[in-house]
Each structure stands twice: as C-alpha cells, then as structure tokens.
C-alpha cells in the first residue's frame, strides 16, 4: 500500500510560481513512475507531468512544456512539481500519482497509476 499526500497548492497571481510536492510513504517509491494530473472545474482530469522510477525521464504536457519541471529525491520519498509563469488557465485541483513498475526508465502519460494522492489546490487569478 502506498499513500501518496500532496502540499503546496494556494492562490496566486499570473507569472507567479509555485512548488508542489507529493510525500510517499511505503518501500516501493523507488521502483514507481510519478506523475502529476490536475482537474479543473467542470473538465476532465488531465496530464501534466511524469517522471521514472529512476528520475532520468521525464515527460509533459504541451500546455506545461518550458513552464513546468517535475523532479524526484527518492531518498526522501517524494516527487515536486515546480511551476513557473502560472496562468489562470492553470487553475485546477493538482493531484499526484504511483505506479509500480520494473522498468526504471518507464514513463506513464496516462491515469493508468496504481495510486493517487487527495489533491492539492492551485488557483491562478488574473
């Protein structure tokens, strides 16, 4: 069993930054792909941002591409999501998610994950 718990949501303005971190607990976040997902009111969850078990890969949305950067310490556990440039579009319900895997380079830019963390709130105003 793995739990997953989010931090770092709030409201800021547009340009503004923000990190995000995901705190894993169990043994198995070093052999788990992360990836972060976000929904906004009224839409369907979407991709963001995925890292492997073994931090060398990484892949993004195009909405997020050259603003976001996802990045992991497995020896504490957990993943961050930084984002810079915030837009209001960006608004949205920010939650990450595991998935155990024996591919270390693997990455997953679907909501195929084993594991999901409650959410964290980012609202962006104009």
């Known amino acids: 069993q793995v739990q997953l718990v989010e931090s770092g949501g709030g409201l800021v303005q547009a340009g503004d930054s923000l990190r995000l971190s995901c705190a894993a607990s169990?043994?198995?976040?070093?052999?788990?792909?992360m990836g972060w997902f976000r929904q906004a009111p009224g839409k369907e969850r979407e991709f963001v941002a995925t890292i492997s078990a073994n931090g060398r890969n990484t892949y993004y949305a195009d909405s997020v591409k050259g603003r976001f950067t996802i990045s992991r310490d497995n020896a504490e556990n957990t993943v961050y999501l930084q984002m810079n440039s915030l837009k209001p579009e960006d608004t949205a319900v920010y939650s990450c998610a595991a998935r155990y895997t024996a591919q270390p380079f693997a990455i997953f830019a679907t909501p195929q994950y084993n594991y999901w963390g409650q959410g964290t709130q980012v609202t962006v105003s104009s």
């Open positions: 169990g043994r198995t976040f070093s052999s788990s792909a």
